[in-house]
C-alpha cells in the first residue's frame, strides 16, 4: 500500500514538474508593439540608441512588429497598424503603412517570417518629432498606443512631452533622449485624457535575437520558480496616474501602462525609450584609475631587485625585509599625498 502511494506520488510529482517546466519555458512576458526607427529592412533588429536621432532632411522609417521584445519571439501583426507624426511644432501628419515581412523566432523557439509594417517621413523641423502608433491584436485582447520620439538638432529639445491626445497615451516627465543606463524615467498616464490611477505598468527591455536566447536561458538557470519576472519588471501608477522606474541596461526599453478594457480589448499606452550606456565611457574610467598604482608596484619591484642585488654583493650585513618594507611604505605614503593632491 505505502509502495503504491510512494510510486503514484512520484509519478504525479515527474507529471506536475513536467507541466511547470512547459509553463516556464513558454510562458509569456509581455507583448509590445515595437516601432524601431532602424537603418533598413533587413537590419530592423539591429537597432541602436543612435536611430532615434535624425538631422534636417532626413528620412526616417519606422518598423513595426508584434512580439516579445526581452526574449525576441515575434508574432504576425493581425491587424495594419495606424502611424502617425507630431512635429515640433505640433503639426501632424498621417504616414502611410506598407506590409512588410521580417526574419524572427517563434514562440517555440523556431526560425520564421512574421507580418509586420513599416512607414517612412521626412524629418523636415528641429527638434522632437513624436511617431505615434496605433495596433489592435483580438488575439492577445490588446490595443497599443504606443509613442516614440525622433529627436533632432543640438539643444532642439522642444516636443518631447507633448499630449497627443491618444485614447491611451504616457506623458513622459523624463526627456526620453541622453538617457543612460541606470536612469530613472518617469511619466504620467492618461485614459480619455484623464490621469490613469492604480494602473500596472509593465517595463521590458529589447533583445537581439542570440542575447535574448542567453539570457532567457541564464534566467530560467538562476530564477527557476519564476524567469519571467525578470523578463518584464511590473510598477504602478499613483493616484495622479504617474510612475517612475530604473532602466537599468543601456538598450531599447518599453513601459506600457494597462488601462480599461473596452469591446474585449485592454486599452495600453506604451513608450518606446532608447538607453545609451553609462556616460563618460567605463572603460576610460576603470583604465585611468589603476595606473597609480601599476607605477608604484613596478618601483617596488625595482627596489627590492637593487637590494637583493646589493645583498648578493655584501654576502652579509644585507638590509634585510625590514628596510625593504620601510622602503615600500615611504612610496605608498608619497603616492597617497601625491593622489590626495590631485
Ligand atoms: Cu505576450
Known sequence: MMKRRK????????LLAGILLASTVWMASAHFTMVFPSD???????????DYIAELGDTKTVYMMWGHPYEHIS?????????????????????????????GMDEEGNPGT????????????????????????????LTDYVKMVIHCGVEAWEGWDAEIGQKAEIVPFTRPYGLEEGFVF?????????ALP???????MYHTLDLGKEVVETAETMFPYDPPMMFT???KTNAAGEFAYTLDEPGIWFVGAYGPEIGGLTQR??????????????????????AGLEELKSRVKSLEDKVAALKTSAGKGAPGFGAIAAIAGLLIVVYLVKRRKR
Request: charged share 25%; net charge negative; proline share 6%.
Open 7 to 14: 510510486k503514484v506520488t512520484t509519478i504525479a510529482t515527474i
Open 40 to 50: 533598413s529592412e533587413d537590419t530592423v533588429w539591429d537597432v541602436t540608441p543612435e
Open 75 to 103: 508574432f504576425d501583426m493581425a491587424s495594419v497598424p495606424e502611424v502617425s507624426v507630431m512635429k515640433p511644432d505640433g503639426t501632424v501628419e498621417q504616414l502611410t503603412t506598407t506590409q512588410i515581412t521580417v526574419d
Open 114 to 141: 512574421f507580418v509586420a509594417y513599416k512607414a517612412s517621413f521626412t524629418v523636415d523641423q528641429m527638434g522632437d518629432s513624436i511617431v505615434f502608433v496605433k495596433y489592435e491584436d483580438e488575439d492577445q485582447k
Open 186 to 194: 518617469t511619466g504620467t498616464t492618461l485614459y480619455d485624457g484623464n
Open 198 to 204: 492604480d494602473a500596472d505598468v509593465e517595463v521590458e
Open 233 to 235: 519588471r511590473v510598477t
Open 269 to 290: 499606452s506604451v513608450f518606446i525609450i532608447p538607453v545609451l550606456d553609462a556616460f563618460p565611457p567605463k572603460e576610460e574610467a576603470e583604465a585611468a584609475a589603476p
